[in-house]
């Protein structure tokens, strides 16, 4: 009876110190938990912050602190190449790359997932890589005075973009996924020739955007 007793106690008291290491790992995993979460929200800055956040105009300044980097304004520095550092910048979210000459974007742009405005105006790229539609955060996108003549399907899954500027570029047809902007209020395409045809197919597409045309030319060459 006594061995009984034991081997009754025993079990039960394996059973307690099971049950407290179950509570223990459950415990742990919470807590790991809310502090990864904590963590991951602490560099996604609310409007206030991030309108007060520092604007860096060098690249060399940004990369002593890369966590830190939420506005980067590289215009006019005679760039003829995307700055592969600039990926480093996972909180990234207003890029200025104005008034270079940059003729091509790489294709893990899509790696700038918190990117939220983007200005390449007055480059030289002539396409566009598909990745570009990975930027789901994208609101404002500026490309005019480039060379495009045409832009990748892809850019309909940007479903959050507000603005698109494409102003002065050589596009004459526009594929059928840019129907999925749903939130797209101002599309310029303003000194570009668009046939009528394409004109309204476009309205007919995007029939809660705000679109700017140039006059279609007719004149006889």
């Known amino acids: 009876m006594k061995d009984m007793n034991r081997f009754i106690a025993k079990s039960e008291n394996n059973s307690i110190a099971l049950i407290t290491i179950m509570y223990a790992n459950k415990f742990l995993f919470i807590f790991c938990f809310l ?25 060399q300044e940004a990369l002593k602190t890369p966590n830190e980097v939420y506005k980067l304004d590289l215009k006019k520095q005679k760039l003829k190449a995307f700055p592969q550092e600039i990926l480093k910048f996972k909180n990234l979210t207003h890029l200025d790359l104005s008034k270079n000459k940059i003729t091509e974007l790489p294709e893990n742009i899509g790696e700038l997932e918190n990117l939220q405005s983007l200005t390449l105006s007055k480059n030289k790229l002539t396409t566009l890589p598909k990745q570009i539609g990975d930027l789901a955060n994208l609101t404002y996108l500026n490309i005019n005075q480039n060379e495009l003549t045409s832009i990748p399907a ?7 973009l507000e603005t698109l500027d494409l102003w002065s570029n050589n596009i004459e047809t526009f594929p059928e996924e840019i129907k999925y902007m749903k939130n797209l209020k101002r599309l310029d395409l303003r000194v570009i020739l668009i046939s009528d045809e394409e004109q309204m197919r476009l309205m007919i597409l995007l029939p809660s955007t705000k679109i700017f045309f140039s006059n279609n030319c007719k004149c006889q060459l």
């Open 35 to 59: 502090l990864s979460t904590f963590a991951t929200q602490a560099q996604v800055l609310d409007s206030i912050g991030l309108a007060n956040a520092k604007t860096f105009t060098s690249l």
């Open 154 to 160: 892809q850019m309909g899954k940007l479903e959050n």
